[in-house]
């Protein structure tokens, strides 16, 4: 009912930054929240960072001040700003959708972020 495409991956350099978009489409006025997910080889998937349909966000320790989520309901799109790259942010990352009235989440395809050293 919801389809998630994410944008914005890349390669770049430690220090620098990128901006990932994650666009919905579908029953959007079912989405409470929306998350920013990463997954590098060899671990397993981890929560970045969150924001609610009331605008309320959260983020992981390993992001915290580096990193902004932000909703544009208008343009049915959530964003994760990240800032201050370091090569252990390499990983692909993912949007999450939570809707009202369902047990699943929608997931997006996920995009590639690779950090130079």
């Known amino acids: 009912q919801v389809q998630l495409v994410e944008s914005g991956g890349g390669l770049v350099e430690a220090g620098g930054s990128l901006r990932l978009s994650c666009a919905a489409s579908g029953s959007i006025f079912r989405i409470n929240a929306m998350s920013w997910y990463r997954q590098a080889p060899g671990k397993q998937r981890e929560l970045v960072a969150t924001v609610t349909n009331g605008g309320t966000t959260g983020y992981a320790n390993s992001v915290k001040g580096r990193f902004i989520v932000s909703r544009n309901n208008a343009k049915n799109t959530v964003y994760l700003q990240m800032n201050g790259l370091i090569p252990e942010d390499t990983a692909v990352y993912y949007c999450?959708?939570?809707?009202?009235?369902?047990?699943?989440?929608?997931w997006g395809q996920g995009t590639q972020v690779t950090v130079s050293s």
């Open positions: 999450k959708a939570t809707l009202v009235g369902s047990s699943r989440d929608a």
